[in-house]
């Protein structure tokens, strides 16, 4: 079964740091380019980080350059979000996801086909 | 970067009634997007790739169209389960940078 599992909750004071990990089965990660995505409290998506297949390109959303670090383990198929200098703003709930594409004729079409379930991230004093 | 403008950004409507979402891309993006539907608590679910590519297992009261900057999501007979929150997103192939419309919110 295709699936990502992620972990639970979590609170984190400003200027604190977390990991948020994400365990592939069904596929295998190095085969996928992955994304994280956040939903802010009664907001709308957010996307935030992708790395390719290959692990050769990683692009952020500019609100988090500098402080977040897409990476992943190929021995445990997970995908982890490294997450430093945290801000009030950063609260929402972080979606993996997977990258996936359709091919027709010379054009591929890309779209996020598997969500995680979300990891909620609440950083608070 | 590439900017989604989604309107409505909510919208009541009945069982029964077609619905009209649009998205407008900030520069052209080719048939480079996609149609996303959350229901409340849930995982974003992907409705349309391709501009206009259904995905499997979508009801065909969901289409979509458009090129370029402006695409439309049409749901034909609304219902029970349609009542969510819509999202477009740019998916240029490359660089892999990722924009989602502000959502466009279906309400009973």
């Known amino acids: 079964q295709v699936q990502l599992v992620q972990s639970a909750g979590t609170v984190v004071q400003p200027g604190g740091s977390l990991t948020l990990p994400c365990a592939a089965s069904?596929?295998?990660?190095?085969?996928?380019?992955m994304h994280w995505v956040r939903q802010a409290p009664g907001k709308g998506l957010e996307w935030v980080a992708f790395i390719q297949f290959d692990k050769s390109v990683k692009h952020y959303v500019d609100s988090v350059k500098g402080r977040f670090v897409v990476s992943r383990d190929d021995s445990s198929n997970t995908l982890f979000l490294e997450m430093k200098s945290l801000i009030p703003e950063d609260t929402a709930i972080y979606f993996c996801v997977r990258d996936n594409k359709k091919t027709v004729g010379s054009t591929s079409y890309f779209y996020m086909d598997v969500w995680g379930k979300g990891t909620s991230v609440t950083v608070s004093s | 970067d590439i900017q989604m403008t989604q309107s409505p950004s909510s919208l009541y409507a009945s069982v029964g009634d077609r619905v009209t979402i649009t998205c407008r891309a900030s520069q052209n993006i080719n048939s480079h997007l996609n149609w996303y539907q959350q229901t409340q608590g849930k995982v974003p679910k992907l409705l349309i790739y391709?501009?206009?590519t259904l995905q499997s297992g979508v009801p065909s009261r969901f289409a979509a169209r458009g090129y370029g900057t402006y695409f439309t999501l049409i749901i034909t007979s609304l219902q029970p389960e349609d009542f969510a929150t819509y999202y477009c997103q740019q998916s240029s192939p490359s660089p892999r940078v990722v924009t989602f419309g502000g959502g466009t919110k279906v309400e009973i």
């Open positions: 391709g501009a206009s």
């Open positions: 069904g596929f295998t990660v190095n085969t996928f380019g």
